[in-house]
């Protein structure tokens, strides 16, 4: 087993270590530094101790073949006959991490009636794209999904698999790296590739507060989960290029406890924590009826419109879309305050929204305390401006 | 029949700083809670007994000595009996070694029907560890549960919630749940349950208990992913004004909506 031992001699101050440990790990036991079981083997006694007071030992290190995993493969995630965007986002990826080693791409397609799809992903640059079509692939169901999975990494060994982190990948990828006993890093929001093929992975832990940087040094393949939104899509190329191979999944492969009774679409009902991006009215937009032209906006965002108090009070949204200690707490990628004064209230709702930008009349308005970018202008006419723009640019995003 | 909650001891607050001169995490003031999701676990096990009257509902977790503070407030909602596996050989677990942990504690335990987990936790955010105990343990599971409809002697029918669709399905027992926030509103512990609970002694399980008892498949070995450092993030406080006329405002806004691909 790996420990931390800790060499007593070499600790002149016995009290201080104790503060070394985030996790509260070290304490001291009759005048002795012991590391209790608290410990998550995060090192910084060893890094930030007292020299040489604290040392790891490893028990001897078995690694796999390296060599015998080549290639980044891709899970492409896909309901109802629509790939999932994130699924293109890590393909681009997947083709510029497999680059630097020049090694190939590969690709997991499982569904029913896949043909069109697989040929549209020729187009985005993949070596080989694996396809698993049958009828009883049709809805995701964990065992075939896994059984299918494990088939493909079987085929094709590669070095790296990536899965989006949607519903259903956050439920495959850990059941698929399990059967493997290897590692997954979920999340993660910078990925490269070393020379030896050894992936760094960073994610955020503690609530985005602390970034880990993340190896699997010794195992293969090694997963990473990645949620949409953090690579670029790739660009689509004119001409179809790589292998399709189509598999037939065998009986075994097929088998579930699982039966769906029943399965259907629906209603999308979204409140406002859950968008990524939006667009606030304040009492600076003046009249009702430029929450519409909110709206068009947050269309446009892919997001939605919510209000300060004084806006919900006058009627012109309705109660759940108020943001606020008296309403809810929001954290989307980007919110777009228009004509919000920023009260103390106000702020304690959505301050943890990752891109905040104001637009207020007033130079002084204290939502500018925290926004990250302050538009001193008229609201009123900032957003019928951005709306015609974004009716020429049309789909202007690339 | 067991119904068992997997539950974990998280820190009271994500506000987790690195002090920047020593690289050092301060954890000054950092209370440590149950893990809020777990909450949700939790009721969904007490109410599944009613359902099984013969049933008995258990809380596992696995963590350090001081975890037994997030079992006692298990105990205190009504879980029977709550357990705790910590072991120094455990230090420095993944994903893969904490479930794989958690899947031999499960079956030491032994007997069980249905494993109930939260959604993820707040401070790992990985929501992983579930269907790689599942796996482990070679039974099947289902995540995101918004509802558990029916229960049957030896099946369970739940609904689940994607983003785009709804769907009901049925797992036969012993199986694995992922419950969403909001499945029932979680009950308070009460007054009642803590005086009862006072005495009821934390079962504790180390290696030694466990049907695997080699070392080197725990803790950092046992662990196939390393952390090669933490760091604070970059933080991009870069605070900017604007100024200048509605159109060349609204342009500007434009042109960083298209660069930043928010342009749905």
Known sequence: MAAIIVHQEKIPDLSRVVELCPFGAIEINDNRVTVSSACRMCKICIKKGPVGAFELVESPQVSVDKNAWRGVAVYIDQTEGKIHPVSLELVGKACDLAGKIGQPVFALLAGHHMTALAEELRHYGIDSIFVYDHPQLEHFRIEPYTAVFENFINRCKPSTVLVGGTAIGRSLAPRVAARFRTGLTADCTFLDMQPNTDLDQIRPAFGGNIMAHIRTPRHRPQFATVRYKIFSAPQRRAEPGGVVTAITPDEKMLVSSIETLSSHRKEPVKNIEDADVLVVAGQGIQRRDNIELLQQLADRLGGMVGGTRPVIEAGWLEPRRQIGLSGRTVKPKLIITCGVSGSVQFVAGMSGAEKIIAINIDPDASIFKIAHTAMIGDVCEIIPELLNKLAKGGNAHV | ?264
């Open chain 2, 1 to 264: 029949m067991r119904i068992l909650v997997c539950i974990k001891q998280v820190p009271g607050t994500t506000q987790v700083d690195i002090d920047e001169k020593t690289g050092v995490l301060k954890r000054d003031g950092v209370e440590s809670k149950i893990n809020p999701y777990d909450l949700y676990a939790i009721e969904t096990a007490l109410r599944l007994k009613e359902h099984w009257p013969e049933a008995t509902t258990h809380a596992l977790t696995m963590g350090p000595p001081q975890a037994e503070q997030s079992l006692r407030e298990a105990l205190m909602m009504g879980i029977d009996e709550v357990i705790l596996i910590s072991d120094r050989a455990f230090a420095g677990s993944d994903v893969l070694a904490t479930a794989y942990t958690l899947s031999q504690a499960i079956q030491a335990i032994g007997d069980i029907g249905i494993i109930i987990c939260g959604q993820q936790t707040t401070d790992g955010d990985t929501a992983q560890v579930g269907p790689e105990i599942a796996e482990f343990l070679n039974i099947p599971h289902a995540t995101h549960i918004s509802a558990i409809p029916e229960c049957q002697a030896c099946s369970v029918t739940v609904q689940v919630d994607l983003p785009a669709t709804e769907e009901i399905i049925r797992l036969p027992l012993p199986c694995l749940l992922s419950v969403n926030k909001g499945i029932h509103t979680p009950r308070l512990p009460s007054f009642k349950r803590k005086k009862e609970t006072r005495d009821v002694p934390v079962r504790s399980m180390t290696l030694a208990d466990l049907p695997d008892t080699n070392p080197d498949h725990y803790g950092l070995n046992g662990s196939p992913t390393n952390v090669v450092r933490i760091f604070p993030p970059e933080h991009h406080v870069t605070r900017e004004t604007w100024e200048g006329s509605s159109g060349e405002l609204a342009d500007r806004l434009y042109t960083y909506l298209r660069d930043a691909k928010f342009l749905a």
